[in-house]
């Protein structure tokens, strides 16, 4: 399904002006902040990061607490628009219209961003929602080194779980992690997966503690070289109380490591 909706989207490697925007709600007016990027082509660069590391997004409204996931399925650079998938619990999207805008916030190369759409326009692909918003203004983005590309260290967490609609095992390591989602390498499965897929029986180890839970696919990253691991993203669910607060104890264990290594 994300395949399908990335060739409909296509690519494109142009730039353009800068549409105007609303006033910012989340985020200071001030553009000559040194945490903020504003100017296009590092936006554009940072977006396309963002894309093609398949990273997983959080999702906030002005007017909730609640968080949803998504991820960019596409920037096109000569329009200054990117296109996000569906929010995930899926009543999150009924929040998307009448020009509400949004935040988006995730973690690229262990550093924090932020930034803000607006004007976002609902499409559809085989009954499933996507969105297109302009290229926000500015985007928080605090510690950026030209040269960093340091991760946190999860590339040695192993995965496990079962597909739900096969039972088929699947095997694979960490490469992304937050508080709502996780992006696995798969390494030992034949089994075709799709979006939208459920897999259960998940589990990784974080330190000493055995993390439980299941996962809904968002995305997957078919790699064209059978060297490489195919990538998939999803959202955590059936998290204990328990999980919730071992899992964030370990992701700001995480951060304060990566801060350690840029202050090095």
């Keep these: 399904m994300l395949s399908a909706i990335k060739n409909l989207l296509g690519k494109e490697h142009e730039t353009s002006p800068p ?31 963002i894309e093609q590391q398949a990273v997983l997004c959080t999702i906030t409204f002005t007017n909730s607490d609640e968080e949803f996931s998504s991820s960019i399925l596409d920037v096109k ?29 995730t973690h690229l190369n262990g ?8 004007q976002l326009e609902t499409y559809n692909s085989q009954g499933i929602a996507y969105y297109k918003a302009p290229f926000p203004e500015r985007v928080f983005y605090p510690q950026r080194r030209k040269s960093l590309r340091v991760k946190p260290s999860t590339s040695h967490i192993p995965f496990s779980g079962r597909i739900s609609k096969n039972d088929a095992s699947l095997g694979g390591t960490v490469y992304d992690i937050s508080r709502s989602g996780i992006g696995i390498k798969i390494s030992n499965t034949h089994s075709r997966i799709l979006r939208g897929d459920k897999i259960e029986k998940c ?12 996962m809904t696919v968002r995305f997957t990253k078919k790699s064209n070289s059978d060297s490489q691991p195919t990538l998939i993203g999803g959202t955590f669910e059936k998290l204990s109380n328990q999980s919730q607060k071992k899992l964030a104890r370990f992701l700001i264990s995480l951060e304060r490591e990566e801060i350690r290594k840029n202050k090095s």
């Design 203 to 214: 589990y990784i180890m974080l330190e000493d503690y055995r993390l439980d839970f299941e």
């Design 111 to 118: 550093i924090h961003l932020a930034f803000k759409l607006t």
């Design 19 to 49: 549409p105007e925007y609303l006033e910012e709600e989340f985020i200071p007016k001030r553009i000559e902040n040194p945490n903020f990027l504003t100017d296009t082509a590092q936006i554009n660069k940072l977006l396309k990061s």
């Design 77 to 105: 650079p000569h329009e200054r628009t990117l296109y996000l998938d569906a929010l995930t619990p899926d009543h999150g999207n009924s929040n998307i219209g009448n020009n509400t805008p949004l935040k988006l916030s």
